[in-house]
């Protein structure tokens, strides 16, 4: 056990999938793995292992916004042994042609400040995916035939955002949509030489102002969990 997660050892598997909200890992374990159990609820924060195809997974609400992320991120790691830790989400689209329900495969992740940023002192590090994940992820995403959006997005600290300015600057340096965890995700993954990938749903969008309605989201976030379960075992 560690202070935020209840699990024993060998209860976690080294794959992890990260949702932000608890609710949301244990509908994707439910939906998707077999033999089910839950392996933590400390302070709420739900995660269940299970198998898919044979092959254990854990999934692991990981909370909102990059402080909460980085938390369960170095425990599952540095605990639990995870190699492998992909982030489901949900995303604000930036680019008129990102539309609402589209998958977006984030390669990079731009960002003011990550709970990691103390460490690089004047050093702008930054981060990425694992490439082997990315690219079959967009494999698996083909396979769907669905056209995934490849690029960079932004990892936002804050919800309420009065920075329209810097909205605007990431549009026009072509970021694709914006989040508040992946930076910190693949900051670690690279700290521990774990593999990281983040695959997003595009649920609102910043540009016209469309939201998917609640009743909708579980198709759509269904893809964006069978395309990472499919990469992580590709």
């Not at 396979?143 to 009065?162: K, N, Q, T």
Request: charged letters at 20%; a negative charge.
């Amino acid at each position: 056990m560690t202070v935020h997660i209840g699990a024993e050892k060998g209860e976690i598997a080294e794959t992890v999938l990260l949702p932000g909200d608890p609710y949301r890992a244990k509908w994707a374990a439910e939906t998707f793995l077999k033999d089910v159990r839950l392996v933590n609820e400390v302070r709420g924060m739900l995660g269940f292992t299970g198998t898919w195809n044979g092959h254990p997974v854990t999934i692991q609400g990981s909370g909102m916004g990059m402080p909460s992320l980085s938390i369960y991120v170095n425990e599952l790691i540095r605990d639990y042994g995870a190699k492998t830790l992909i982030r489901i989400g949900s995303c604000g689209g930036m680019q008129e042609k990102v539309k609402i329900r589209d998958v977006i495969l984030a390669m990079t992740a731009t960002t003011l400040s990550t709970p990691s940023r103390g460490i690089f002192k004047e050093v702008n590090f930054a981060p990425c995916a694992d490439w082997s994940l990315l690219q079959a992820a967009a494999n698996a995403a083909a396979s769907r035939d669905l056209a995934p959006h490849v690029g960079g997005i932004y990892s936002s600290d804050v919800f309420y955002d009065e920075r329209p300015d810097l909205n605007e600057q990431m549009v026009r340096h072509g970021i694709l949509g914006v989040e508040m965890e992946a930076a910190e995700l693949y900051t670690l993954a690279a700290r521990y030489d774990c593999r990281a990938l983040a695959v997003l749903t595009v649920s609102d969008h910043l540009q016209t102002g469309e939201a998917l309605p609640s009743d909708q989201r579980e198709r759509s976030f269904g893809d964006m969990v069978e395309i990472a379960l499919e990469a992580a075992f590709a």
